[in-house]
Nanobody, 120 residues
Framework: QVQLVESGGGLVQPGGSLRLSCAAS????????MHWVRQLPGNGREWIST????????DYADSVKGRFTISRDNAASTLTLQMNGLKPDDTALYYCAANCNWRSTECDYWGQGTQVTVSS
């Protein structure tokens, strides 16, 4: 079955960096668009980034553009989110997701999430 397992979250000071990873299995990762979605405290989920398949085209929400970088390793079935310049507002539970509608949190498959806390 489809499995998405995130890792790499933690506590970081404002301005710091974290690198999230998502190990995928149970589906054709190399031909599936992949996404990162986050759930802010007390709020609903927010789409933050998408990466296409063959050409690796990427898309970002305005809230993270220029600070976050999504990438994928199709050989290793791994999705990554490099987060730089972290702000307290980035504190959230970060999910790896697959088969999402365009710039949406409507996704067929979800990981369990990894917590990112940005605080001094």
């Amino acid at each position: 079955q489809v499995q998405l397992v995130e890792s790499g979250g933690g506590l970081v000071q404002p301005g710091g960096s974290l690198r999230l990873s998502c190990a995928a299995s149970g589906f054709a990762f190399s031909t599936t668009w992949m996404h990162w979605v986050r759930q802010l405290p007390g709020n609903g989920r927010e789409w933050i980034s998408t990466i296409a398949t063959h050409n690796g085209a990427t898309d970002y929400a305005d809230s993270v553009k220029g600070r976050f970088t999504i990438s994928r390793d199709n050989a290793a079935s791994t999705l990554t989110l490099q987060m730089n310049g972290l702000k307290p507002d980035d504190t959230a539970l970060y999910y790896c997701a697959a088969n999402c509608n365009w710039r949406s949190t409507e996704c067929d498959y979800w990981g369990q999430g990894t917590q990112v806390t940005v605080s001094s």
